[in-house]
């Protein structure tokens, strides 16, 4: 790291706990943060503030000594109360919805100007790490009281959103309050239950919540202008490029198999090789055959997480098979392709080995492509900030490939430690977290400008 400006690194060295992102008021309000420095010039400015931050969130738990926080678990209710003053502290109007998503609003040149939303979750999972969410949460905090104190009103207003159950982790609703936003959530979301038999009506309630008022968490059309992202990667692509941000071009879709193999279960000692139909060892021949297909293409990815042979015992051929498969793409046809490839090559293994085979397809999720607008801006804004423009698409599911469908959204990602997440060992250095904030800033104010243009959408 090279400290590319004394007056920043002055302002920096002046700012107390209470004014973390106050960077330049010390140095006379004037100082601009240079973007032509280059990411990670000055750490200390928002990247060691925002650390700090996200340390003091990761307090908010419901297990001692671990990192989990449900949706609407006394932690998470907590932790929405500290960031709602984080937000009133960098200048903006507070308010939850239904569903306590919470929003933070910093009023463009005009009053009610359509918004760039700027947000991210703030429940994990269990045992989780302390970035997946809350880094793009107050991230955008962090843009917001950087331009508060400069006193710069952009043509849109900004609005930062902290999401609720987006992993999932306590009811089967994942990605569930941002999907209220753009009105997809239903009753049966609303009745679902967690593992005590509460539903989310009743947990709203017991939050001080009307959960009659769910259907009000949707926005009109045209109030969000574009929806903007900044998420660890959770993958190690941008750790091995050795880059600390990259554009996310599109949300993988999925697909999702349950295949079931059957043979004949016999003696394993009197019966001889050439007789067998042994269902495991032909099940074994395909997974091997799912994982060559997927490595024949960059944008396939193909998992068989789970495997069970029966009988199940040791001195028997296994008669029956049942294994899963999750293949993902960002490219639909790609995953088509390879979807009906894949059939044919295992009827071709079974017709082979002499036992039959059945794969169902039970889920089949299109990819969400990105707005061209929104990563365009981000790939300038990570060029401007100094670094190699690199895109990628997300294998994980995200809150903006539910606002996807509501206006023009996009991501940023950040590089994270050996690809690590879901795990308390989920980390980040703070140059990065200082490039996330200059790169979210830099993208919010190019948006800005693209979304004013007639005819930008
Ligand atoms: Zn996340």
Known sequence: MHLGSGLVLAAAGAQGEGE????????????ILPMHQGLGANAAAYGAPLMRRLEQLAAFTEIPGQLTRRYLSPAHLAASRQVAAWMREAGMDVRTDALFSLFGRYEGQKPRAPAIMLGSHLDTVLDA????????????????AELSRR??????????AAFGEEEGSRFPAHILTSSALIGAVGPKLMDSRDKDGISVREAVVAAGGNADDYLRCARTAGEIAAYLEL????????????????????????????????????????????????????????????????????????TVGQIAALPGAQNVIPGKVRFSIDMRSPADGVRDRAHRA?????????????????????????????????????LQAIAACGQAPLSLPSGAGHDAGIMARHCPAGMIFL????????????????????????ALLEATRRLDHWLARPGSQ
């Open 20 to 31: 973390p992102f106050g960077l330049a008021a010390a140095a006379g309000g004037s100082t």
């Open 129 to 144: 790490g302390r970035y997946d969410g809350a880094l793009g949460v107050l991230a955008g905090i962090a843009v917001v």
């Open 151 to 160: 006193g710069e009103r952009l043509q849109h207003a900004i609005e930062v």
């Open 231 to 302: 998420h660890i990667e959770q993958g190690p692509v941008l750790e091995q490029s050795g880059l600390a941000l990259g554009a996310v071009t599109a949300i993988s879709g999925s697909h999702r198999l349950s295949v079931t193999v059957s043979g004949f279960a016999g003696h394993a000692g009197t019966v001889p090789m050439a007789q067998r139909r042994d269902a495991l060892a032909a099940a074994s021949e395909m997974i091997l055959a799912i994982e060559r297909l997927a490595c024949s293409d960059k944008a396939l990815v193909a």
């Open 342 to 378: 894949l059939l044919d090559t295992f009827e071709e293994i079974a017709a082979r080995r002499g036992v039959e085979v059945e794969a169902a397809t039970y889920q089949r999720n299109a990819a969400t492509p990105l707005a061209d607008g929104v990563i365009a801006a981000v």
């Open 415 to 438: 590089r994270c430690k050996d690809g690590i997440s879901h795990n308390p060992a989920e980390s980040i250095a703070v140059e990065d977290a200082e490039a996330g904030v200059r």
